[in-house]
Each structure stands twice: as C-alpha cells, then as structure tokens.
T-cell receptor
Framework: AQSVTQPDIHITVSEGASLELRCNYSYGATPYLFWYVQSPGQGLQLLLKYFSGDTLVQGIKGFEAEFKRSQSSFNLRKPSVHWSDAAEYFCAVGGSGGGADGLTFGKGTHLIIQP | DAGVTQSPTHLIKTRGQQVTLRCSPKSGHDTVSWYQQALGQGPQFIFQYYEEEERQRGNFPDRFSGHQFPNYSSELNVNALLLGDSALYLC?????????????FGPGTRLTVT
C-alpha cells in the first residue's frame, strides 16, 4: 500500500530565510508526486507536481521540489519565504492510473513564519 | 472559469442522522473524488466517480455512498452519522483521459456531528 510521511509536524522559519519541507513516500511503481498548500479554512491548492523527466520541478509562488528515487523523497524548497507562506503543506502520492487513482496524503507540515 | 464548488459550507447534524454534500467540478472536468480531512490530519480518499460510476474506493464503510450526475456534479451521502464523521469533506475534480492528472480541490464542507 502506498504511504506518505512528512516527518516535521511544525516548522518555524524567519521571513526571508530558506525553507525545506521533507516528504518520503512508499509506492510500488513509478509514483506521481504532489505538493499542496492549505490556508486556514480553505481547500487545497496545488503547488507543483512530478510525473516524469527532470527531477527538479518548479511550481507556483516560487516553490520547487526535487524527486530523489534512491531516497524515496520529494522535498519542497523555497529560497526566501514570505509571511504569506504561513500555511499547512501536504505532500501526496498517486498512481499512474491516468486519473483513476485517489491521492494518498501525508499528515501535513504546519509552517510558521517569524517576522 | 469557475473552479470546484461545494455546498453547503458548514453543516451541523446529530448522531444517527443522514447527510448529503454536493460538489460541482471545474469546467471541463469529468471525474470527481471525495476526501475526508479530520482535524489536524491530511485528507483521506473516500471514493472517485467517473461516468456516473464509482471507480475506486478508499477504506471507508458502506455508510459512505455517492452519486455522479450526467453533468458530472456529484453528491456524497453519509448514513447513520457518528461523532467520528465530523470533518472537512473535500471534493476534487480532474480530467481522466488526458494522461497525467492533477486534482483541483474545492473549499470543502465542514460537517459537525453532535
């Protein structure tokens, strides 16, 4: 069965500092990997996705993530965080069913931005 | 271009009652998935509908059922509500047959069971 682990429940970063959120997955085949962001009381917004090809993927709002098959990881990074980045971040894995699969999410990492 | 919409926004029900939640997919999408997000947790996949049929189901009991209409909108029904069903219910839409997919989420319906 597929699973996603986000080891950090909370992360506190100063505004302007760099950010890395960790994600490890377990999946028996080639995974489709996603990062979503959820602001309080809101639904999920897709930040970026990895299907194949270049292992470094760029997303919206200045985020990027790197797929490392050998480590089963898909960590999210941002060079300089803004106060508006404070939110809950979810890593998710899906199969290659062309849209026929539900996503499996991690438990999320709560990002706090210090002024 | 309207995104995914869900109704109602909030709902309070009593244990044992039944509830129906509604979802309209993003324009052009034909597949609807439902997720349950308990407080402090990540979303959990309930089931997915395509061509008015349930195509895949997560680890949820039969009390959870759904429907998809010809216009691709969908309903989630939960019978015999339990306190543990209190959660944010998220609907996501996608386009099934265009290769690698991505799911667009609605704002959710907050269900409170008392």
């Amino acid at each position: 069965a597929q699973s996603v682990t986000q080891p950090d429940i909370h992360i506190t970063v100063s505004e302007g500092a760099s950010l890395e959120l960790r994600c490890n997955y377990s999946y028996g085949a080639t995974p489709y990997l996603f990062w979503y962001v959820q602001s309080p009381g809101q639904g999920l917004q897709l930040l970026l996705k990895y299907f194949s090809g270049d292992t470094l993927v760029q997303g919206i709002k200045g985020f990027e993530a790197e797929f490392k098959r050998s480590q089963s990881s898909f960590n999210l990074r941002k060079p300089s965080v803004h106060w508006s980045d404070a939110a809950e971040y979810f890593c998710a894995v899906g199969g290659s069913g062309g849209g026929a699969d539900g996503l499996t999410f991690g438990k999320g990492t709560h990002l706090i931005i210090q002024p | 271009d309207a995104g995914v919409t869900q109704s109602p926004t909030h709902l309070i029900k009593t244990r044992g009652q039944q509830v129906t939640l509604r979802c309209s997919p993003k324009s052009g999408h034909d597949t609807v998935s439902w997720y349950q997000q308990a407080l402090g947790q990540g979303p959990q996949f309930i089931f997915q509908y395509y061509e008015e049929e349930e195509r895949q189901r997560g680890n949820f009991p039969d009390r959870f059922s759904g429907h998809q209409f010809p216009n691709y909108s969908s309903e989630l029904n939960v019978n015999a509500l339990l306190l543990g069903d209190s959660a944010l219910y998220l609907c996501a839409s996608s386009l099934r047959l265009t290769g690698p997919y991505e799911q667009y989420f609605g704002p959710g319906t907050r269900l409170t069971v008392t």
